[in-house]
């Protein structure tokens, strides 16, 4: 999970709608992925081109695009003359930096969101930006890199099961929303985990790896906010949106996605929330181990330092010193000794401090 | 009370709607209870499958179906079936991590509440989620598991006392959510208890103990507020929605639940507010601790190890130390001492640390 | 000045509308007071009962009925039959524990307020519970006890005094209103002296008392705040409010008192960042005492442990040391120790220690 | 600046409406002046009473009345008597402890503004009221006391410059308004200078006067924001209102008196913002420095106690302890004691404390 | 990037709408650059005067002057009477502390930005005010100095490149707010970069640099906040804005930049919770650093007072004590003084101290 804040491409001083790669994509091979479905039917093909694509007229077969991959100008350009989408949307696909977004156009609606997901047994979760353009009857969906959470989607649209083969383009877009906002559960359980974890060793013992555990898990709580929290903005809007595009039978299907959003991003407050009071905890349980370390160090010299400037007292070389005289004299300055360690652990043990 | 935050039940990878226990309720034995009643006469049942019940037709008596225990999907299936109760709803009824909510579906309402109350003496509160569904002339009640916070209700279904009888299945709902709001009062009060003994605990003594209970009760209020506050927004809904479904003589009786919900979620605020005034009283007891055992440090030492060196000084082994032949020097260096131990000591009254 | 959270009535498992005196209210005596009064005349009476009662018919006189005390459920009872007030309303006077609030009833509205107030010269400032009900040329008004701020306009009534006797009920409800937030700046002025009492006493010593008072200030702020607040929205409906019941003259002196209402709330607002602020000073306060302290400390250390060092090389019982045969070996060591003192002098003064 | 809460009038007890001046006016001599002025002529007048005013009839003469000082409550009540003012607006201009307010009678505007101002040297800025009743053809302004910001709007009118002869009584009210809201910049300014003077002189050495500045300032933030504030919603009423009283033709200046009260707003905030940001640096500092200071006091402890002790080892006065007796005891413990140094200076500087 | 609040310019005492150069431009030389360009050609003028430039009639030219430099009252006068521009506006582009600001004219629209950028490799970024005059076929910029961000558009404008010439002066607008608000990206990006660096460094020595780093750039953020924020709800007018004067076709490239603005303002959002985090790590680490310091002082101290005490002892002087006559007694003493110290170490070891 990045909690760098990247550099958008480097379109500064081009004008707006041109179409640069980002950096981190230079170099990928891109793929392209299509599923032509009905309730009765599917058919599945890995394309090189677009061109290679047919989009069934005249019949209620969905259309299932998806792209891997964003170092391709030329794939993205040709969904724009195709599909007639507007070159800042596809400026907008490019840009890996953008925030979670819903855009309403005339013939298709455009909606980004961020993949947050475990990959291949690595302990970071991965965050990849993913968009969706929703048409008639098609879903093109553009992945920045190979590798994602819709693998049940795709299975079920094999073997026709669940709701989604007898559906429109809507429902599958609800779909994929759904399966990614399933994802987050499973990040939230790994986070809540790790605060957990970090609770139970600060509690045990507040080292200076305590503070910094809390600090990274801060720095991610505060980047997964910006991801999930302008979502539930998307997501309400498909809801509510007026547009014909979205049918009335989908919408169930996305209020539930709603309040799956809106648990997602409460579980988050309340980590900040247990975060910043394991914070409070950490500092004064430092705080309360300063005062142990003192308190030793107060008994211990305080004890002491009166005694040894007795011994001192006697161990000066006056001539004329009566007490070194006596025959009782070394007894009586231990005893003398004896009585003000005494006086001074029962002033400790007034205070509390034994 | 569950303070983590646990894992929304395995249904990440299946279509939506799909309908799983959760695991925690496996191998629980459902029971079904049903209330059939007017203002004249009650039935009541033990049902051992939903397929024994007979609504009565044509009348005004209302049915209250009380189910406890999710790990039958066939009852759950059954009411789909049966009541058209849309599987988005059934699959919301299983999912017990569910936030509070409310749902206006054409022929029913669906609201999800937490029950939190004291189960069978036991310290820590439980919180079980209740789904109701209520439709023309019936509600059906789903909880977690046996045992919950309406014997009153029913004995008043059964001695018709009260309105319960006279009133629809409107008035019912709004009576089950009163008796959850005023059990919430009671886990207030408790709550109170505590902060208030914790504040009395960290005022006389501040241990580090005090920061965990504060800890620990903070965790529980955050906790609360995810039961509590999203409660405001459903008995909101409840109130000003504008179905038929509501009659509008039972209004006043949601309003005044509606009050009490507020009572309740601002009292949760002022404990919030409490206790963080409480972490920083302790703090600030910490710190003043710790002024006073360096106050102590310091006057010893401060006081000692000056005379320490003078004594030092005078058991130096030089040969020719003419103090040390003085027949008055033994009593001159005590005195030196004195004045010494004096002006320190009238140098700590000016700072008031004596 | 209540700060703990008292539990609310003992209603739980009773049915909403079941009317509890509060527990606190036991024994006490009921006393009701009736005015009746238009221009030119008006009759005061003590009744035992309501049933004493006669409202004058076909006249435009006021009658204001005052009740004291919440043991005698009869006298509600009655209050409900006669003037047809709802139960839950009755509930609602019964728990005193209720938040200020507005109700709009067909022919009345219900009013509930907090009266904080200095009685009988104790320190601590009284809350007490009013309720109101405003119906056609009646105000009832309920209160917890005996004792309310409530004389002067008693006396205006019979005196004639003032616009009160000129007007209708709607003006009576806001002078009584107004009688209750005037007494709030009372309360203010002695929270205001309180917070510049413990600010002047921070600012000279910081003493662990000091935050103590701080606390008790901000849980009494905390406390205030749940009277005052909701107030606001009261008299906010109060003002907007549609209905007939308050004229459009009496509008203006709503207004005046709604102004006042956001005075006392802004003030309380400022306590409370002063409190908060006074907390800072507190602890950096308490700061810079440990640091004091550390430099005296440390300053006596390191200025007498290497003098005593020095003074302990020499105190050495070696045969062959050839310092201690030089004849100015005792004036040249304490030349050494000079130097030695003078520079770490020298250190702390370029440390500003000193 | 007063910075404490001071009582309101003592009008606790009284009707509403009566007029009672505040304690601070009393003794003040009240002076009226009067301009009357149109594009081609002013008269100017200094008035002992409101009888000797002639409000000029027929003409589109703008007459501007001022009143320096509140003790005088004839002259409050011929304006209520005399322009229809109400009793409760009579009453809030002696209220010196209004909050700025806006009121939309039916004949007149009433607003209340806070003039904010260095009068006559002092370092301290001055809070005023201001009252203003615009009226058709009318201005009057109420001030607490002589000494305001309107002297160049005097000279205006005199001289004929700018807009303020050719225009309405709005416009008079506006650019009164604006001479305030001028004022607040200076004010502003001068604040800016002390917080930084503060942030220098806390970032070159921390003491506790600094944090008594940071309070200080804060207080006076808190202060001004509670004058400040509410006026940002009086001229946005003042702007938004679809009364007559205002011309469309002077809404831009007071669109652009909107945007300096918020610029003003906006810039403490951000004070607020630096003061809290100041604290921080200044408690760390103080951390700090506590760090440099034990620092030093520990090297010179662990540097000397060591060494201490093996010199009071050989000052130990055993009859057989071969050491003393070697030739080179002497030196080998010597060498002893540079060992240790050595090594624990070594330790010192792994921990980077030198 | 000036992080002191400047003083509005000396206008105080004014009238409204006088214009008067902001101090800081004084003596600066005007500079005028007029485009006057359409699909097909494109004219570039350095202008010496206003009257010099020639608006060309009936055609769908576009004209774009920029003024660079505020000294020029003159200039801005003329602008004012050729187009019909209100002096408050004229004020408005003369006071450089204005926030960024929207105003729909009846003619024309008026924007004020903040731009933000570097400049000839200095390494504070420069921020400097832009208007906007936004009228029929016409663009006038005026800023405070020469040297922009508007050079790729010059030269797009030039070359005929992107859609400029294609379209409207509401695009023109568009394109100079985009390249704004793309440059505040790369002062995020460089922000980023010392927040990361400031958050390396504090992980690593927590140094008072450390604390003054995070102080310098919370005030930078704080600064920053106060020319973004506002540009949000300037931007959101444009999109919104119901005028003719921004062409359909332009919309979704203003959406575009306002979707950058809340990138942007969300970035700064990060960066403040960062900071206040790194606040915390700070000050725990400053925390733990004092305990280890402590910590070895303690050690040292509670190891060898006790041992230094007992030499002391054995180093009195009286005349009978007997284990100075032991011939073991050296040895018994060395043993008792290794078992104290291994006690002692023991016990540190059992407190996690060792």
Request: net charge negative.
């Amino acid at each position: 999970m990045q909690s760098r804040i990247r550099k958008p491409r480097s379109t500064t001083g081009l004008p707006p709608g041109t179409l640069v790669p980002p950096s981190v994509a230079e170099g990928q091979r891109v793929r392209i992925k299509s599923f032509v479905y009905d309730e009765s039917s599917y058919t599945e093909n890995d394309l090189t081109s677009l061109a290679d694509l047919t989009v069934p007229e005249n019949t209620s077969a969905v259309t299932w695009i998806n792209i891997d991959g964003l170092s391709d100008i030329d794939i993205l350009e040709e969904i724009g003359e195709r599909f007639g989408v507007h070159d800042l949307v596809l400026e907008d696909i490019l840009d890996t930096e953008q925030r979670p977004k819903y855009e309403d156009h005339e013939d298709y609606l455009f909606v980004v969101m961020k993949m947050i997901y475990y990959y291949e047994g690595r302990g970071e979760p991965l965050v990849e930006q993913v968009s969706f353009i929703l048409r008639d009857r098609m879903v093109i969906s553009i992945q920045e890199r190979a590798g994602d959470v819709f693998t049940s989607i795709r299975e079920r649209i094999r073997r026709g099961r669940g709701r989604v083969r007898r559906r429109g383009p809507d429902y599958l877009l609800s779909t994929l929303t759904d399966a990614i906002v399933d994802q987050y559960f499973l990040v939230m359980e790994t986070l809540g985990e790790q605060v957990a974890h970090v609770e139970a060793t600060i509690l045990k013992d507040p080292r200076p790896t305590g503070i910094q555990s809390i600090h990274r898990l801060r720095n991610r709580v505060i980047t997964l906010r910006r991801s999930i929290w302008p979502l539930r903005e998307v997501i309400s809007h498909l809801l509510r949106g007026e547009q014909g595009i979205i049918k009335e039978s989908t919408r169930p299907f996305i209020r539930d996605i709603y309040d799956h959003t809106i648990q997602v991003a409460e579980t988050l407050e309340t980590f900040r929330d247990m975060l910043s009071g394991l914070l409070d905890v950490y500092l004064s349980m430092v705080s309360h181990r300063m005062n142990e370390i003192m308190k030793v160090l107060t008994i211990i010299s305080t004890l002491f330092i009166p005694l040894s400037f007795i011994a001192g007292v006697y161990g000066m070389n006056f001539k004329f010193m009566p007490e070194l005289e006596w025959k009782l004299g070394y007894p009586f300055v231990l005893g003398l000794m004896l009585i003000v360690a005494l006086s001074f652990l029962a002033f400790f043990r007034k205070k509390h401090w034994l």
